[in-house]
């Protein structure tokens, strides 16, 4: 059974840093997509970024290209997302999410499995 574990989230004020995780288990990873997805208050769940395990390509929602970075740790099986400069509109719960061959990587209906989200809040 696969399981998605997210951590790293909290409270930092606009321009700060942080480092979400997103622990993996229950499968081999190496064929998967992997994507990291935030749903602000009164709004849509939407794209953050995605990585395929085994090749390494990235995706970035055009909001965050330049400022947040996602990679993962394969002796891990961890994902991650490095996020700088970040801004108040880049508060949201933040999920990440895993399947084998999603229809469209960029769209979260393309996803099966999910972690349960951690929060990320940004200070003005």
């Known amino acids: 059974q696969v399981q998605l574990v997210e951590s790293g989230g909290g409270l930092v004020q606009a321009g700060g840093s942080l480092r979400l995780s997103c622990a993996a288990s229950g499968r081999t990873f190496s064929s998967y997509f992997m994507g990291w997805f935030r749903r602000a208050p009164g709004k849509d769940r939407e794209f953050v970024a995605t990585i395929s395990w085994g090749g390494g390509a990235r995706n970035y929602a055009d909001s965050v290209k330049g400022r947040f970075t996602i990679s993962v740790d394969n002796a891990k099986n961890t994902m991650y997302l490095q996020m700088n400069s970040l801004k108040p509109e880049d508060t949201a719960v933040y999920f990440c999410?895993?399947?084998?061959?999603?229809?469209?990587?960029?769209?979260?209906?393309?996803?099966?499995?999910w972690g349960q989200g951690t929060q990320v809040t940004v200070s003005s």
């Open positions: 999410a895993a399947d084998r061959d999603p229809l469209s990587s960029h769209s979260d209906s393309s996803y099966i499995h």
